[in-house]
């Protein structure tokens, strides 16, 4: 018991840092940044890998690669992923937004990735 002690206080230490705005990505680039891990997504299902290959394969090639398209750090976008999903109202402006520029590209007919 007197171990555990210590562990749940670097726990809550470290889990109770103040996220800030200036710390995340600005919403107009996690919208481009998610628009394009959807459409990394879709062509990974559309190859019809076992779930757990998909889920692999779409962490180990297309992410670096969006991350690298994008100028961005996996911990950047990690913390800015859970800093929205964090405030609800906002990420769903986010996920509207992603999927009225999905829609406007796909009447376009230009998907580029």
Same mark, same amino acid.
């Given at each position: =018991?007197? $171990? #555990?002690?210590?562990?749940?206080?670097?726990?809550?230490?470290?889990?109770?840092?103040?996220?800030?705005?200036?710390? &995340?990505?600005?919403?107009?680039? =996690?919208?481009? &940044? #998610?628009?394009?891990?959807?459409?990394?997504?879709?062509? &990974?299902? =559309?190859?019809?890998?076992?779930?757990?290959?998909?889920? #692999?394969? #779409?962490?180990?090639?297309?992410?670096?690669?969006?991350?690298?398209?994008? $100028?961005?750090?996996?911990?950047?976008?990690?913390?800015?992923?859970?800093?929205?999903?964090?405030?609800?109202?906002? /990420?769903? &402006?986010?996920?509207?937004?992603?999927?009225?520029? =999905?829609?406007?590209?796909?009447?376009?007919?230009?998907? $580029? /990735?």
């Amino acid at each position: =018991m007197k $171990n #555990l002690f210590p562990l749940l206080l670097f726990s809550l230490l470290f889990s109770c840092q103040k996220t800030t705005s200036k710390d &995340v990505l600005p919403k107009e680039e =996690m919208v481009s &940044v #998610l628009g394009d891990f959807y459409l990394a997504t879709e062509m &990974v299902a =559309m190859q019809r890998l076992p779930r757990d290959s998909s889920s #692999l394969y #779409l962490k180990s090639v297309y992410k670096p690669m969006i991350l690298k398209k994008h $100028n961005i750090t996996s911990e950047k976008f990690d913390l800015s992923y859970r800093f929205y999903t964090a405030r609800p109202e906002e /990420f769903y &402006v986010i996920q509207k937004a992603v999927a009225d520029s =999905m829609k406007i590209k796909h009447l376009r007919g230009r998907v $580029n /990735f």
